[in-house]
């Protein structure tokens, strides 16, 4: 918009020294779809992206690779699944997205806010409500963010997903001003 900061040459900003008002810079949809799996670890101080919580997402990343998945979640003693890799883990039913809520452990993040945001001018109800492996099984669709972009979920177990809300949500984010988010 005309309100848009102005980026002066840089990489964001225009090739050839030209200026081009900042938007999002190509928020993007993983061409692969990735499995995931569950692994529990508790840390100190869920929530917050303490030494101990890094190191419990390592040790279920290793865990699921050795089990020959790709993405793991993380579950709390509970069985609240907290997220994937510190980020949200989303889930679709219908015209519904859910995430496990921060005050049941989930990690607070820019990427959370942003696409929590997404969904709602997506017309989805965002639901804050601990996620658990058995709403893994019964979901339409799976999605977690990373820096780079949207990750579809192919599956959980024998469980196979959709990828429309994240395709709508990728997009939805590449034509969003970044200062809109909240």
């Not at 040459?9 to 050839?16: D, I, K, T, Y």
């Not at 100190?44 to 030494?51: D, F, I, K, M």
């Not at 883990?89 to 989930?106: D, E, F, M």
Request: aromatic share 6%; hydrophobic share 35%.
């Amino acid at each position: 918009g005309d309100n848009a900061p102005i980026i002066r040459g840089s990489a964001l900003g225009g090739l050839n020294g030209e200026d081009r008002p900042l938007l999002y810079p190509h928020f993007v949809l993983w061409h692969k779809r990735m499995m995931l799996d569950t692994v529990r670890c508790d840390a100190p101080h869920e929530g917050y992206p303490t030494a101990g919580a890094l190191l419990c997402d390592r040790y279920a990343e290793r865990t699921v690779r050795r089990r020959g998945g790709e993405l793991a979640a993380r579950e709390n003693r509970d069985g609240v699944l907290l997220g994937v890799g510190g980020e949200p883990l989303l889930i679709v039913s219908g015209r519904q997205a859910l995430t496990t809520p921060l005050s049941a452990g989930a990690t607070d993040s820019a990427m959370r806010r942003l696409v929590l945001s997404a969904c709602r001018e997506e017309g989805l109800t965002v639901t804050e409500y601990p996620l658990t492996r058995q709403m893994l099984l019964r979901c339409d669709e799976a999605l977690t963010v990373d820096v780079q972009g949207i990750v579809p979920v192919l599956g959980y177990r024998d469980r196979r997903y959709f990828n429309t809300a994240a395709v709508r949500l990728s997009e939805r984010i590449n034509r969003t001003d970044i200062r809109t988010y909240r």
